[in-house]
Each structure stands twice: as C-alpha cells, then as structure tokens.
C-alpha cells in the first residue's frame, strides 16, 4: 500500500508561482512512477505530468508544458510540481498519484491505483 500526502497549494496572484509537494510512504519509492493531476469544478480530472523512478523521463500537458516542472527527492520520498506563471485556468485541486509498475498510458488516470487527497489551488486573475 502506497500513501500519498499532497501540501503546498494555497493562492496565488497571476502570473505567480507556488510549488506543491507530494510525499510518499515505503521504502521502493525509486521504483514509483509518479503522475500530477488536476481537476476544476466542474470538470474531469485531467493528466498535468508525469515523472519515472529517477526523473529521467518526465511528460508533460500542452496546457502546463514550459511552465510546470516535476521533479523528485528519491531519498526524500517526495515529488514536487513547481508551477510558474500561472494562469487563472490553472485553478484546481491538485492530485499526485503513484503506480509501481511502469503505465503504459502514464496520461490516464486509470494507470494509477495510488492517489492523495488532493490540494487547492487557486489562481486570481
């Protein structure tokens, strides 16, 4: 069992920045395949990115890439989701979720059986 404890989300300005945390429990957490997820009201919940065990291979949504960057601490047990130059469409909470086996569809929601509880964020124009 995989727990996830998202933190960091909070309000911001436009244009702004804030940077979320994700930490994770046990102890294989280089072995976890991490994804960012967010959901508006509203709407479903949409892929933000996602990251490999070391970081090596990160992808990214056309609506985020170039403003978002994920990034982990493996001895931290921790993912991070900086998030420059927001944008008020940003506003939603945000999701991290973990699978242990590599997703052959990183981008669905459906690949990850680990989810946290979710962080706000909001972004005022």
């Known amino acids: 069992q995989v727990q996830l404890v998202e933190s960091g989300g909070g309000l911001a300005q436009a244009g702004g920045s804030l940077r979320l945390s994700c930490a994770a429990s046990?102890?294989?957490?280089?072995?976890?395949?991490m994804g960012w997820f967010r959901q508006a009201p509203g709407k479903e919940r949409e892929f933000v990115g996602a990251?490999?065990?070391?970081?090596?291979?990160?992808s990214y949504a056309d609506s985020v890439k170039g403003r978002f960057t994920i990034s982990r601490d493996n001895a931290r047990n921790t993912v991070y989701l900086q998030m420059n130059t927001l944008k008020p469409e940003d506003t939603a909470v945000y999701y991290c979720?973990?699978?242990?086996?590599?997703?052959?569809?990183?981008?669905?929601?459906?690949?990850?059986?680990?989810w946290g509880q979710g962080t706000q964020v909001t972004v005022s124009s």
């Open positions: 979720a973990a699978r242990t086996t590599r997703p052959t569809n990183y981008y669905s929601n459906y690949a990850y059986p680990y």
């Open positions: 046990g102890r294989a957490f280089n072995t976890y395949f």
């Open positions: 990251t490999s065990p070391y970081g090596g291979t990160t």
